[in-house]
């Protein structure tokens, strides 16, 4: 069954230091996003992109976080310089179908720990 | 900017007991998808509902779409220790955004 695969699992930075989180999407999907998690709490929006572009972002995506799609597989969120309130699960997903409609598959998602 | 909420917040069963939570948001929805979050885990999609009013069953789960397009409930019967995990409504605001809910987190007691 193809899946979203996201690496690292588990990354720990001091902050102020950049940070790429990346991530695989299922090959034919054509809507990526990334979503955190702080511990215990709801999972938040941060960004979606869709045809080598962002087409939506939520505040909390701010100066210091960009995405990119380098290749035709790898799907990535860099954080310039990291916060302490940076700490959080974060999540990759793909969806596939049109642009309104379809399941999100998400990655396991990359454990941030900001000291 | 939009809101989606969730009540109840948690919700302790014993199993076989029946479960509900209820999702609302503050602006009207083109759809409305569902999630489940094992505990340490990613949200895994459960189902997606598009009209108004429309009911979807999968076995012990019912998934309700209100009329008005701001409201949603899953609803479980007869409870089992399986169903643990945080439950998460997810409603699209905008063409490509989905805003989560706040969760509902099901604990099962045997």
Known sequence: EPEVTQTPSHQVTQMGQEVILRCVPISNHLYFYWYRQILGQKVEFLVSFYNNEISEKSEIFDDQFSVERPDGSNFTLKIRSTKLEDSAMYFCASRAGTANTGELFFGEGSRLTVL | GQQVMQIPQYQHVQEGE??????????????????????????????????????????RLTFQFGEAKKNSSLHITATQTTDVGTYFCAGLGGTYKYIFGTGTRLKVLA
């Open chain 2, 18 to 59: 029946d479960f509900t939570t209820y999702c609302n948001s503050s602006t009207t929805l083109s759809n409305i998808q569902w999630y489940k979050q094992r505990p340490g885990g990613h949200p895994v999609f459960l189902i997606q509902l598009v009209k108004s009013g429309e009911v979807k069953k999968q076995k």
